[in-house]
Nanobody, 125 residues
């Protein structure tokens, strides 16, 4: 059974940094695409950053230059380094994996079959 477990969320002041981690277990092969989404209550789930098997990393325009996605295949862990955090980055952040469908430019949440439980990021002014 595939499991994704996020960690690293928390509360920071604007301008601060956090690094989210997503530990993956039970996946027998490297997924075509992994990434991070975020969602606030009553809002749609928004794609943040993604990474495919070839290492390509599409980002949402709102986080380009501030967030960096990476993965450690030896540790089966996905990361999201977040710098220059803003109050509008406050959200629940979810790790997701798409075993067979590649990331593309703007991945749709529907192609991701595996999700973590989420980790809260709160940025105060």
């Amino acid at each position: 059974q595939v499991q994704l477990v996020e960690s690293g969320g928390g509360s920071v002041q604007a301008g601060g940094s956090l690094t989210l981690s997503c530990a993956v277990s039970g996946m027998r092969f490297s997924p075509a695409c992994m990434g991070w989404f975020r969602q606030a209550p009553r809002n749609e789930r928004e794609g943040v950053a993604f990474i495919d098997r070839e290492g390509r990393t599409p980002y949402a325009d709102s986080v380009k230059g501030r967030f960096t996605i990476s993965k450690d295949n030896n540790k089966n862990t996905l990361y999201l380094q977040m710098h220059g955090l803003r109050p509008e980055d406050t959200n629940m952040y979810y790790c997701a994996a798409s075993p067979y469908v590649s990331c593309g430019r703007d991945p749709n949440p529907s192609v991701f079959s595996n999700w973590g439980q989420g980790t809260q990021v709160t940025v105060s002014v």
